[in-house]
């Protein structure tokens, strides 16, 4: 007796050991799962996104295109009101006939933009998104596109036959196409429909593993450091120079030769003070510390981890 009484307590501290067991196998199990599973965005995305609309559609160059943009009257005054804000408002699109609603739209641009907002104009160019609202939607696998008022091209031609060339040079250069371009019905004008450098660019390029996209802009007039040209106490500043050329000084003491690079002297010191960011969009090693890389990942396409980021910095470094 005393033998069957130890024999169940042998059996059920086994039995209870093993549940133990099977219950931390399964923990372990769905972390191990939680690790390795994509978030449903991206999931969703790489379902979604295609190539699709590459053969043919928006982007069928032997024929000019038609978009009508149908949007309320509270969205069209809202977004002309905020543009220089690049605000997303929704509205819906009729592409060669297509339907699609719920889709998003905004400005773009630069001293563009604000050439057109400061003057009363509505003559943007836009980006459109169809994905904002609702992630499962796309315009057969293309999750933007832009259109480009052409304002600043009389020729209309130049950002055309430069894709069409890199294409045909199987360089990765966006798709693009003529639209005539009409708001609720009503002409609005001649457009260039260009495909976004966004994920179904990447997608349409470099396959379904694609990687990240930084858009690092080293250049701007914010950057410039304004002071180095005032600045008497700077030895580069152009200053004295300058008060010599106004008087007339500088013309009278120096020959045709002395003078040739005048220009130059005038504006590097201007320059200069964006050397470091110059180097860094450009991917030059400067050390191992992200933070010194902000240009590069504060201007990143697709979410990005810390991991990548010490990926791009070992890039450079390796290219050193």
Known sequence: MIRSKKTDIICIICAVISVIVAVTLMVLSGKEDTLTVMNPAEKLRNEVISDEYSDGY???????????????DVNWDYMVKNAIDEVYVSCDAEIDGEYFSNIAIRPKGNSSLSAISNNGGTNFSFKIEFDQYNAEQTYHGLDKLS????????????????????????????????????????????????????????YRNYGENYGNMYKPDSFSMSSLDLSA?????????????????????????????????????????????IKDSIDISALNYVGDNTKDYNLIFDTSVFDITETDKKRLIQSGKELM
């Open 147 to 202: 259109l480009n008022n052409l304002g600043q091209d009389p020729s209309c031609m130049k950002d055309f036959l430069a894709y069409h060339m890199m294409n045909s040079m199987e360089i990765p250069a966006p798709l693009s196409s003529y639209t005539l371009v009409k708001l609720n019905g009503e002409d609005f004008g001649l457009y260039l429909t260009v495909e976004a450098v966004e994920d179904s660019f990447c």
């Open 229 to 273: 040209l005032t600045d008497p106490n700077n030895p580069d500043s152009p200053l004295p120079k300058i008060e010599k050329i106004m008087t007339g000084e500088y013309f009278a003491n120096t020959t045709l030769g002395e003078r040739t690079d005048i220009l130059g002297e005038l504006v590097f010191p201007m320059f200069a003070s």
């Open 58 to 72: 928006i982007f069928d160059d032997s024929y000019v295109h038609e978009i009508n943009l149908i949007i309320s």
